[in-house]
Every structure is written in C-alpha cells, then in structure tokens.
C-alpha cells in the first residue's frame, strides 16, 4: 500500500496492522558524480521494492528528504536541519500515524547522519506510546561484510560516501543521474592513525578533496544489482518480523 497514491477512504480502510514503512534520505552534496539527491533515491528505491515484496502488510510513506547533513555543508546545494527540526519532523509524521490508528513503524534510512537521530525520535516516541513498536536501520545494515567482501572490487570493502557501492547501486537504479564520465576515488588518510576505538566528528572538507569518499571508478550496475536486492530481502524480512509481532522469552534458569 503506497501513501503517495492513496485517497483518505484507502487508507481509512488499511489494515492497521500493517508496517507504516518511513524511509528517510537526504538532500547533500554526492562528489561530482552523483547527484544530491542519492541517499533519498536509494531509501525509498529499496523501500518501494521492499512494498511490492509485501504490500498487504506494508504502508508505504515517501522519503523524507531533509536530513541531518551539517558535515556536507561546505559544498552548495545541501540542505541541512538541525537535530531538534529533523526529530520533530519525524516524530510528527509518525505520529499522525498513530493518530490515524497505526501502530508499527519501521524507519529505513538512507544517510548515516540521520542514524542517531532516528534512534533518538523513536526512543522519544516509544516513552509516550508504549504500546507501540519502533524500529530502525539503515537499508545498508543489510548488507554484510562478506557480501562486501565478495562483491566490491576496489579496494575499500566497505560502505562510504558516493563510493564504489553507492554509485554501483546507483546505476542499477537510475543509471541516468549518474556522471559516468566523473566517476572518482577520494579520501584522506589520517596521519597519524586514530585509535580505532574513537570517533572524530569530521566535516567532508576535512576528509575529502571533492566530496566523496571511496573508490567509484570501480562502481558498476551488476554489483549495484546484487547490493540492492540483498538490501530489498533484508528489508522484507524485516517488514515480516515486526508485522508478525514478537515475544520476550524469559531468562533461562
Ligand atoms: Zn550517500
């Protein structure tokens, strides 16, 4: 069931079982390869596949595209919010949901710098509703270091910024908002080396040349193809287990 494509006498009759599905993006700077737009297009191009997996028990949201983005302000065309905008925008959306009488809720992100506000939304949220179920990952938490192992052939086996993995499933997706001819490798090394342990809260300026970070020249639609589709999967799986319900066993004596 899709929100964008439903009259209020559809949704007033939804089951309100279903997975209300948010998937949540951004509006950032992508390198000069890839469009502002990538971290919404991906979300919601997993998410819309996830819903014609399952569309009875789904309901669909669109992406919410304003992100938290400060570290890519350096670069023009990114829009930011502040955390306390982007956690009531989520929330409110949300909780016109419960309003209308939903009650689960999965948030499926598109943008790291959105993971720790939606777990601050839905921590808020799961105060004032108890009853409810909240939860949230990020579409590429799906993904696994020995998919990302086997799959990408550059050098950097991991999911960064408008990288090898970003732009391959790019490609696969919408393959003409790709500037193949500008695809780049980027990325700073810290000299010295952090301790592995500790994290730095950079801006893209610091840590890149051009915005992005990882190998893109390596990106191609086939490894796109096969991230997206192991992304789709983990997210159906996920839609089956909280619309099936869970229960917490008690502790084995
Ligand atoms: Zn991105």
Request: net charge negative; proline share 5%; charged share 20%.
């Amino acid at each position: 069931m899709v929100l964008e494509r439903s009259t209020w006498q559809d949704v007033r009759d939804f089951d309100r079982e279903a997975v209300c599905l948010i998937p949540t993006g951004s509006l950032e700077q992508h390198g000069p390869h890839l469009p502002l737009f990538t971290d919404t297009l991906l979300s919601t191009g997993v998410a819309r596949l996830a819903e014609e997996h399952r569309p009875e028990k789904t309901v669909l949201y669109p992406g919410i595209w304003l992100g938290c983005s400060t570290h890519h302000m350096a670069m023009p065309g990114t829009a930011t919010a502040t955390v306390g905008t982007y956690v009531a925008v989520l929330s409110e959306v949300i909780e016109a949901g419960i309003h209308h009488g939903f009650r689960k809720f999965f948030v499926l992100n598109g943008h790291g710098g959105n993971t720790e506000p939606n777990g601050v939304a839905l921590r808020e949220l799961k105060a004032a509703y108890e009853d409810h179920v909240f939860s949230h990952c990020g579409y590429f938490q799906f993904i696994t270091q020995a998919e990302l192992d086997s799959v990408l052939k550059g050098p950097l086996k991991g999911i960064r910024h408008a990288c090898e993995a970003e732009a391959s499933m790019m490609l696969h997706l919408y393959p003409d908002r790709v500037r193949k001819d500008l695809l780049r490798d980027d990325g700073l090394e810290m000299e010295p080396p952090a301790p592995e342990a500790l994290n730095y809260i950079q801006h893209f300026d610091e840590v890149t040349d051009e915005g992005s970070w990882g190998y893109a020249t390596y990106a191609d639609a086939e490894t796109g193809r096969q991230l997206i589709e192991t992304a789709v999967a983990g997210t159906v799986q996920a839609i089956d287990h909280i619309h099936a319900g869970y229960v917490m066993r008690g502790a084995v004596k």
